[in-house]
């Protein structure tokens, strides 16, 4: 319970980050495309057009929360999306992943510490 309920403190799982350049030398974090793309049979998530991280073992995707493991559900919640009624999205759509980018990686690799601990819990208990 501890775990779960001190998800914030956990230490952050050991994931690498690959960052790559635009062709021109230098990144240009406006044009930064959102991707959030969960890669399961490599262990890569793609955050954005310049971002990616690899590393993730398969049992940090076999902790489900409902639908989703607990790392394709922190990728869906973070998602840019545009509300239908355009007055709604004209005056009051204002997030944008870009901003909040570095707290989902550090979110991402502390729920993989907590997925894989988890797992690590289940597999130990009788059938």
Avoid at 37 to 55: F, Y
Avoid at 91 to 117: G, H, M, P, W
Wanted: net charge positive.
């Amino acid at each position: 319970m501890d775990l779960h309920l001190n998800y914030e403190t956990a230490k952050p799982f050991g994931l690498k980050r690959v960052d790559q350049k635009d062709p021109k030398g230098f990144q240009n974090p406006s044009g930064l495309k959102p991707r959030l793309i969960a890669r399961k049979e490599t262990g890569d998530i793609e955050i954005d057009t310049h971002t990616r991280l690899s590393g993730i073992p398969p049992e940090a995707w076999d902790y489900r929360l409902g639908t989703y493991s607990a790392l394709e559900w922190i990728l869906e919640r973070y998602k840019e999306r545009a509300p239908k009624d355009p007055t709604i999205r004209e005056k009051f759509n204002t997030y944008r992943f870009a901003d909040y980018k570095e707290q989902v990686i550090e979110l991402l690799q502390r729920v993989c510490t907590i997925s894989v601990a988890t797992m690590k819990i289940i597999e130990q208990m009788p059938k």
